[in-house]
Nanobody, 128 residues
């Protein structure tokens, strides 16, 4: 079992950067594939990025490709989301999630229902 806890959110101007962290408790972190999702007010939760248990495979939503980078540090039980060139439309609550489902078999794990463990979220606000 894995319990993710997000941190690093805040208020930033458009064009700025933030790095989100997701610290996951549990001895099986390194066997879980991880994902980041976000939810804006009045909208559904949407996929942002995912990473395989080894860190060797990553997937990104088209809206963040080239601007966001997902990475992980297994000895530290942590996943990161580096966000550059932020836009006001990136505003939302960002959630970290974990699953043992196969990243490749499930096409990048872009569906929130494919994840079993979720953090409480961290707010990211990008001002124009």
């Amino acid at each position: 079992q894995v319990q993710p806890v997000e941190s690093g959110g805040g208020l930033v101007q458009a064009g700025g950067s933030l790095r989100l962290s997701c610290a996951a408790s549990g001895r099986t972190f390194s066997s879980h594939n991880m994902g980041w999702f976000r939810q804006a007010p009045g909208k559904e939760r949407e996929f942002v990025a995912s990473i395989s248990w080894s860190g060797g495979t990553t997937y990104y939503a088209d809206s963040v490709k080239g601007r966001f980078t997902i990475s992980r540090d297994n000895p530290e039980n942590t996943v990161y989301l580096q966000m550059n060139s932020l836009k006001p439309e990136d505003t939302g609550v960002y959630y970290c999630a974990a699953t043992v489902r196969s990243l490749s078999y499930y096409g990048g794990l872009t569906n929130a229902r494919q994840y079993d463990y979720w953090g409480q979220g961290t707010q990211v606000t990008v001002s124009s």
